[in-house]
């Protein structure tokens, strides 16, 4: 749907073509979206001397969106350069109704606690959090109050606490982030909740191995792991169902709490520091399900997930030296009679928040988070001519299966920042692809001044964004006629997808799936590390399909990839070519303990001036003297890819 222009500070998104002569008429306007970004101050100031020393100065500001602009000479003309910066978040009306920046930092409160106050939504952090709730202020005023009550085993019959709620300090880790260390009575856990421009998250991190299930007379390959959050004085919020765990019976809501959204969470595995990433795609995660309970007039959050899921990461954790049990004695073995602690009463706490030493939360562990996002606006269009700059993460979609859309305009170009993140992520989306052949749209990074308008701080000089998802969320249906370079991870999807016309240059991982596998027709991999990754880790054993028609691949180190083995596989390739992959052209069965297919020793050997040739502004066109004429084959031997 196309708008008019609008005078509305902020509501509508300006359409500017790049390097258009000065006067020419400001046509049209679109909505854009919010999402979470992890930036701290010191990289708004480095944009901010960015944009002074190019040139460039900040001519509109919009809640998720700011315009830049320079006006240069050239051949005697003015020229007007813009680009559009994006984020979820980027602004916020301050108390004279202004746009200001938004700034991700938590300030410690004279009257004790700590607040981040800078930022659309609010949020305020007890110094204890037993004394004390965490308290989420929403873009239109609702308040969410809340706190862990405890950690609990679950195996669909008989449930037990293994951990409740104890006091805990709060320190200031980083700029945006709250942690209270050793926070829970029977395993050694921290609460870490972290401020972002865009929302809020709260995680419980593992930093020893919990009990086992089989301690309370339960069994772990049946049990599920709970976090139980009590909510305080909070109006109920709307619920969407979302994704389901079949086997365990497990059903995912998306949560709205009015402008604020709680999407489904994640479970994954820390190293060595408590930054939690900002990336979850580019990493091994498990589905976290979530809940919302009344049950004698209090209300709870549930999050639970699958114990097999983690055991192996919870098991590199260290052991913990004496396992206790919650003190509480109706709790300490498993009952089919779900039972809570007892509400305990707020206490008023002038205690301060306390700075971290440098040394605190640099341990390994495993996180279980909820995020809750700005979410108040669903449909864009990413416009034709235009060039945008994703400087945090944009989430697009409501978390529901709405009339809202996604545009991609052919000529639109798309850079990304290396703290882009999950770049531009969309649930329930249907994206229409108004582009073709001649008319692409390309995503690339910052530094790629070969397209759209030059950056202010790019040095011309791309590079693998090696932690940025250009393309994530529930990316469904087709793709088509959309560049992608330099990405860390082109496209992440959870379900079947068709590639068409699309182009991968110089990606770490160029399509990563977690459902099924992709429909690839007339698209080119060019130097990416692995051009199909089957993220399997969570759906172990699942079924993996794979078609190619039309299919370029060359120079890259594997065509396909598992992340753990799968019982079925169905690959299909017509009119394709691979050549001069380091590990073999296919390489597509190593996870599943076989060869895999590969190419002809003497293709890794061949220049690419004696295989291919450019056309114009193409690439990949064999010569006359290629080896790769005329070589197809519909006697295709099968047992190369250890199919019967």
């Known amino acids: 749907m196309r708008t008019s222009r609008s005078t509305g500070p902020g509501h509508l998104l300006p359409h500017w073509g790049a390097g258009r002569d000065e006067?020419?008429?400001?046509?049209?306007?679109?909505?854009?979206?919010?999402?979470?970004m992890m930036v701290g101050a010191w990289l708004l100031?480095?944009?901010?001397?960015?944009?002074?020393?190019?040139?460039?100065?900040?001519?509109?500001r919009g809640a998720d969106w700011n315009v830049l602009q320079k006006t240069t000479v050239e051949n005697g003309t003015n020229r007007v350069h813009r680009y559009v910066e994006l984020a979820t978040g980027m602004n916020f009306t301050n108390a004279y109704g202004q746009w200001q920046e938004s700034k991700e930092e938590i300030t410690l409160l004279p009257t004790g606690g700590a607040a981040a106050t800078q930022g659309r939504h609010k949020v305020y952090f007890p110094a204890d959090i037993y004394n004390g709730v965490l308290e989420v202020v929403t873009p239109d005023g609702r308040h969410l109050k809340s706190r862990?009550?405890?950690?609990?085993?679950?195996?669909?019959?008989?449930?037990?606490?293994?951990?409740?709620?104890?006091?805990?300090?709060?320190?200031?880790?980083?700029?945006n982030q709250v942690t209270y260390r050793d926070a829970f009575e029977g395993i050694k856990a921290d609460l870490v909740a972290t401020y972002r421009r865009s929302g809020f998250e709260c995680d419980l991190v593992f930093r020893q191995q919990p009990p086992t299930p089989e301690q309370y007379g339960l069994d772990s390959d049946?049990?599920?792991?709970?976090?139980?959050?009590?909510?305080?004085?909070?109006?109920?919020?709307?619920?969407?169902?979302?994704?389901?765990?079949e086997w365990y019976g497990l059903q995912d809501s998306t949560l709205k709490f009015g402008k604020l959204t709680m999407k489904q969470g994640k479970a994954f595995a820390i190293k060595?520091?408590?930054a939690i990433p900002h990336n979850l795609e580019a990493r091994a995660q498990n589905p976290v399900y979530?809940?919302?309970?009344?049950?004698?007039?209090?209300?709870?959050?549930i999050e639970e997930l699958p114990l097999a899921g983690l055991a192996e990461d919870l098991n590199a954790l260290p052991l913990t030296a004496s396992i206790q049990k919650p003190a509480t004695s109706n709790l300490k073995f498993a009952t089919n009679k779900r039972q809570f602690p007892p509400a305990h009463e707020f206490t008023t706490d002038t205690n301060q928040i306390l700075l971290a030493s440098a040394a605190i939360d640099r341990e390994p562990g495993v996180v279980l988070d909820y995020t809750t996002v700005d979410s108040d606006q669903s449909s864009f269009t990413f416009q034709a001519s235009e060039t945008y700059l994703v400087i945090g993460p944009v989430i697009l979609g409501n978390g529901a299966e709405d009339e809202s859309s996604l545009i991609f305009q052919g000529g639109a170009t798309i850079k990304f920042t290396a703290n882009a993140g999950n770049g531009i992520s969309f649930d329930y989306l249907d994206a229409n692809y108004e582009t073709d052949q001649d008319h692409p749209v390309i995503l690339t990074s910052k530094d790629d001044n070969s397209v759209g308008e030059v950056i202010s701080d790019s040095n011309g000089q791309p590079t693998i964004l090696t932690n940025v998802t250009f393309l994530g969320g529930q990316v469904e249906g087709e793709v088509k006629n959309i560049y992608f370079n330099y990405a860390g991870t082109g496209v992440y999807a959870g379900d079947p997808i068709a590639f068409e016309n699309c182009r991968f240059y110089n990606c770490q991982t160029a399509i990563k799936m977690s459902v099924i596998g992709p429909t690839l027709y007339n698209c080119l991999f060019s130097g990416c590390g692995t051009c199909v990754y089957f993220d399997n880790t969570w759906y172990e054993g699942s079924e993996f399909w794979l078609s190619c028609v039309?299919?370029?691949?060359?120079?890259?180190?594997?065509?396909m990839d598992f992340a753990d083995s799968v019982d079925f596989y169905y690959i299909s390739v017509i009119n394709s070519l691979f050549t001069r992959f380091t590990a073999g052209t296919l390489d597509m069965m190593q996870s599943c303990g076989t060869d895999g297919l590969y190419d002809n020793e003497s293709s890794f050997e061949q220049s690419e001036a004696t295989c291919f040739k450019s056309n114009a502004s193409a690439s990949y066109y064999l010569t006359s003297s290629s080896?790769?004429?005329?070589?197809?084959?519909?006697?295709?031997?099968?047992?190369?890819?250890g199919i019967d």
């Open 23 to 36: 006067g020419e008429p400001n046509i049209q306007r679109r909505k854009i979206m919010k999402t979470k």
């Open 272 to 274: 060595s520091t408590n």
């Open 148 to 175: 862990p009550l405890g950690v609990t085993y679950d195996d669909g019959s008989n449930t037990v606490f293994i951990a409740t709620l104890k006091h805990a300090q709060g320190y200031l880790t980083s700029s």
């Open 627 to 641: 080896p790769y004429r005329d070589i197809g084959s519909t006697n295709f031997d099968f047992g190369w890819l």
């Open 550 to 559: 039309d299919v370029t691949a060359d120079s890259g180190t594997k065509f």
């Open 45 to 60: 100031a480095g944009l901010l001397v960015a944009r002074a020393q190019s040139g460039y100065v900040v001519t509109e």
């Open 222 to 245: 049946s049990s599920t792991l709970q976090m139980i959050t009590e909510f305080f004085n909070t109006a109920d919020p709307e619920q969407i169902p979302a994704t389901s765990d």
């Open 290 to 301: 979530k809940r919302w309970l009344k049950l004698e007039n209090r209300k709870f959050l």
